[in-house]
């Protein structure tokens, strides 16, 4: 089939391949098309960030097909962005500039707000996706975008803070459950930069990193699945042996595997969510739930080379659940529960799970 790597094979898992590439070419179709993730149903309104987080995904196709048809949807994703960059060198999250969700729905001034002010999360999220570029193609083309946005990013750095500070912005934070959860990407992005910026980035990396694991620290069992579960997975890359068994599995089993809070009891493997507007919402399943607490529970048997948690019979139902999701080529996003409906063709219900199946970030 493909030339996989004995570590391609180590963290595939290859009984889902075929569904996880099939999303992979459903997405990058949507890019190459028009740059930005555009369709009639999804779960809410697409902002910027979902260009980013969609990129890492096909980075992930393209390393185990070499297929330059995922690259070429990220070129097209960057070019979309060198058109929308802020003189600033920030990117705004555009949320829903092309339209509104099935499930949620925004305010015109909202709309307005987001596409006119620049937006932390999106910004420093797209430094891997120029740099994870630039390494996998050769192509340094849009290495000055990145450059842009770095010291535009530089320029909010605050030592006291720990992170970069996001501009006021009071409606945008409203949308967020956890405003504090999306520096998470400020550690993935400047990770990921660190060739184009080592000076700077090796005095800003380790405060950040302290800053998301104070956030990762704060979380209870009212703390949506996949933030809680995202920050675990990308923890457990950057700190010890010690902290990855003494802090976080802890509070993987805990707060994820066994907290009833979010889980569906008529649902098998199901989980409902949580947004800044309706808080805990259990009369709807999410791929993103279900896929943050699988993608938890796989990244640490990754890092630990074992089977701790994918032997188990929760994580099979979880499993389950997500592959039940699948539609003709794609990922259902959410199942309203009344119904007994799967809809949205939402970008987390495309990239989440390929993050899980690849078993990368």
């Keep these: 089939m493909f030339n996989l790597t ?79 960059q802020k003189p600033s060198g920030g990117w705004a999250l555009e949320l829903g500039k092309h339209g509104d969700g099935v499930g ?10 987001t596409a006119e002010i620049e937006d932390l999360p999106p910004t420093v999220a797209m430094l891997k996706t120029i740099s ?34 996001e501009k006021e912005n009071n409606e945008l934070m409203a949308l967020r459950s956890n405003p504090r959860s999306y520096h998470l990407f400020s550690l993935i992005g400047v990770h990921a930069w660190q060739d184009h910026a080592s000076e700077q980035i090796d005095d800003i990396l380790p405060i950040i990193l302290e800053f998301v694991k104070d956030t990762f620290e704060s979380y209870d069992v009212e703390t949506m699945p996949l933030v809680y579960g995202l920050h675990a997975a990308i923890l ?15 509070r993987i089993d805990r707060d994820l595997v066994y907290n009833e809070t979010f889980r ?24 993103r739930s ?11 048997d990754l890092k630990t080379n074992t089977r701790t948690y994918r032997d188990t019979e929760i994580y099979q139902q979880i499993s389950e659940w997500i592959q039940g999701m699948c539609g003709d080529g794609f990922y259902y996003e959410f199942e309203l529960l009344d119904e007994h409906k799967k809809l949205g063709y939402g970008s987390p219900g495309q990239y989440l799970p390929i993050w899980w199946v690849l078993g990368r970030i």
């Excluded at 390494?135 to 750095?157: E, N, T």
């Design 290 to 300: 279900a896929a943050g607490v699988a993608i938890a529970m796989k990244f640490y």
């Design 264 to 287: 569906i009891q008529s649902l098998q493997g199901a989980f409902g969510h949580r947004d800044g507007l309706r808080g805990i919402v259990t009369n709807e399943a999410h791929i």
């Design 6 to 84: 004995d570590e391609m094979k180590y963290r595939v898992d290859l009984d889902k391949l075929d569904d996880a590439l099939s999303a992979a070419t459903f997405l990058a179709d949507k890019f190459i098309e028009m740059g930005r993730y555009i369709v009639d149903e999804t779960w809410g309104p697409e902002g910027l960030l979902y260009l980013a987080e969609s990129s890492y995904a096909l980075f992930s196709a393209y390393e185990i097909t070499k297929d330059e048809y995922y690259l070429n949807a990220v070129k097209s994703i960057l070019n979309e962005l060198r058109d929308i």
């Design 132 to 165: 994870d570029y630039h390494k996998l193609s050769g192509d340094d083309s849009y290495l000055d975008m990145g450059k842009k946005a770095f010291s535009y990013l530089m320029k909010h750095w605050n030592d006291d803070y720990g992170s970069f500070l």
């Design 104 to 113: 949620f729905k925004i305010t015109d001034e909202i709309r307005r707000i």
């Design 236 to 250: 457990m890359q950057h700190c010890t042996p010690e902290y990855t068994a003494n802090v976080i599995k802890p």
